[in-house]
């Protein structure tokens, strides 16, 4: 918490505050500015990447929450995105339901099967909560694949577009507003969580729980709603990812997909609210430079075995989260907060 | 009836491979304290390479094993020394996601040696089946059980009477003692590395010769882990008795349930059994019950 050269703070309340100069304010301004005039000056191909990142971006404070303030691993965070897809795809498109039902009762219903498969965490944590949640991974995907009466089973499920009132999300600029606001507002309220006392509790759960657990935190309160408000999150960006893409199938949702998401917040940093948004940007900018430009320009130069193209992402995803845990795994918000720290002491250095 | 007994013959038999897979986590989990999640890439990848040395490059069997082998210790000793020796008093929770990172690594690289992704090892053992009372169960399974047992008195012999495998029963014990009595322990850990990388991928061919190579391998390495969570973490003795087990119930269920549920409830009952477990006695049948303190 460092503050520019001049500036202190004479009360509890203006420390903890999130936008403490004015500086911060224009910033704010600014920036909310630049994201909400986008469409004007992105094409439409850009706009399907930002709202792509926009929707991970949701899950990814979801999986923060639940991963990097409470410390609960769950490595099943796909299952609980594709949990909040079907709702909103079956209510949508089966009971033809408005879609802000069918988001609330996403969210909702990924946020009760997530306690349900949360459930053990209260007696164990470390590697036998991953297995657990693994195994939750596994169970929703096959009752998906299966209850094709209701999900359509592995033929899939067509999803109508969103619209509220009469006003329907047609075009990727339309749906970008609608995604961007929701990431937007997760942002501020993962921002806020974690300076109350719920987001205290999580991190004093995180550190140690035994030790919290003696300072009087109910662990089975807040441990349950850790994975509450994480797979809550997952099923708002199930819903919102459902009704963008137009047609669900349980193969998007594969471990793989729970793996990177687990990369992602540890390339971000992990316990911060910079994190999970500059590994969303990171990553999945680098899976779309990869597939779109990079791997069709070496294609056509040099000849590639026929692994290249589907081989190379894994290859360098798990590699960069490999090196990342090796040589940085305080993630790239550590290295912002290095960055700020840096140009608000220029040009003094300490 | 003697549909039932196929059934038990065939899960016992499937059981004894994913207790040699689980073995090696075992291994790993009970000197280093670290859970090894990409179990099922490393039983992928030396299916494959398997496959690359007696198909691709036609190597005879009595060089292609002894490579395959080589391979595998190779394997497990890389991964020791770059991923988690940098990583060792770091907390659990690098610990297992820089497996989980290991385990998109290596699936990323057998797409993209290997693209085609399904294929079947040469014949290992002959095809006839066995006729057992009015059972009949073919011949593979009973090797890889045969195999699988005689690989697990050869641990236990290297852990009874080898001076390397006393000590790594000692580092399981109490990491501390260890290092004060001389022994190097990251050594330690790198042997128990490659003896889980040698098994994993000892259950791989025998699994790869029974079904062929796909990526069903993986969810075998899944299902090492219920073996592992329903016999207890740092037990031996509960991933050889929880192997069969897990296989019995697959089988079982696989047989006896789907007409009552969906077809392929085979594959998510070990999962489900891992949620059971974890539900009612966290710590499995053999596990040590953890007792924490400040």
Known sequence: MDLPAGIRNFSYATDMAIFRTKTHWALLLVLLVILFTAPLYWGNYWLGVANLIGITMIAAIGLNILLGYCGQLSIGHAGFIAVGAYTAAVLTNRLELPFLVGLISAGFTAGLIGLIFGIPSVRVKGFYLAITTIAAQFIIIWVINHWSSVTGGFTGISVPLASIGGFVFKSEASQFYLIMSIAVICTFFAKNLARTRVGRAFVAIRDNDLAAQVMGINLFRYKLLAFFIGCFLAGIAGSLLAHWIGFMNAEQFSLTESILYIGMIIIGGLGTTIGPILGVVFIRLLQQVLTVQVVPFLESTVALPAGFASGVTPMLFGLVIVLFLVLEPRGLAHRWALFKSAYRLWPFSY | ?294
């Open chain 2, 1 to 294: 009836m003697d549909e039932l007994l196929q059934f038990v013959i065939t899960g016992i038999t499937v059981g004894m491979i994913y207790a040699l897979i689980a073995l090696g986590f075992v291994l790993v989990w009970k000197s280093s304290g670290v859970a090894n999640l990409a179990l099922g890439q490393l039983v992928l990848i030396s299916s494959w390479f398997t496959y690359g040395m007696l198909v691709q490059a036609g190597l005879p069997l009595w060089l292609g094993f002894p490579l395959v082998v080589l391979f595998a210790l190779a394997l497990g000793w890389i991964i020791e020394r770059f991923v988690l020796r940098p990583l060792i008093a770091q907390p659990i929770l690098s610990l297992i996601t820089v497996t989980l990172g290991l385990a998109y690594f290596i699936e990323g690289v057998v797409t993209f040696i290997w693209p085609w992704s399904v294929d079947a090892l040469p014949r290992l053992f002959p095809r006839e089946p066995l006729h057992i009372g009015t059972a009949v169960v073919s011949q593979e399974y009973l090797w890889a059980a045969a195999i699988s047992l005689v690989l697990f008195g050869l641990l236990s012999l290297y852990f009874k009477y080898n001076k390397m495998g006393i000590a790594m029963r000692a580092t399981a014990d109490d990491q501390m003692a260890v290092q004060a009595c001389g022994i190097p322990v990251t050594k330690i850990f790198s042997r128990s590395w490659m003896f889980a990388c040698v098994l994993a991928a000892v259950g791989g061919i025998l699994m790869s010769s029974i079904g062929g190579i796909t990526f069903g391998l993986v969810e075998t390495g899944l299902k090492a882990f219920s073996v592992v969570i329903l016999g207890g973490l740092n037990s031996f003795l509960g991933a050889i008795v929880a192997g069969p087990i897990i296989g019995l119930a697959e089988n079982l269920g696989g047989g006896y349930l789907t007409p009552l549920t969906w077809p392929g409830v085979r594959e998510v009952i070990p999962f489900i059994i891992i949620i059971i477990v974890m539900f009612l006695k966290p710590y499995g049948l053999f596990g040590e019950v953890r007792i924490e303190r400040i």
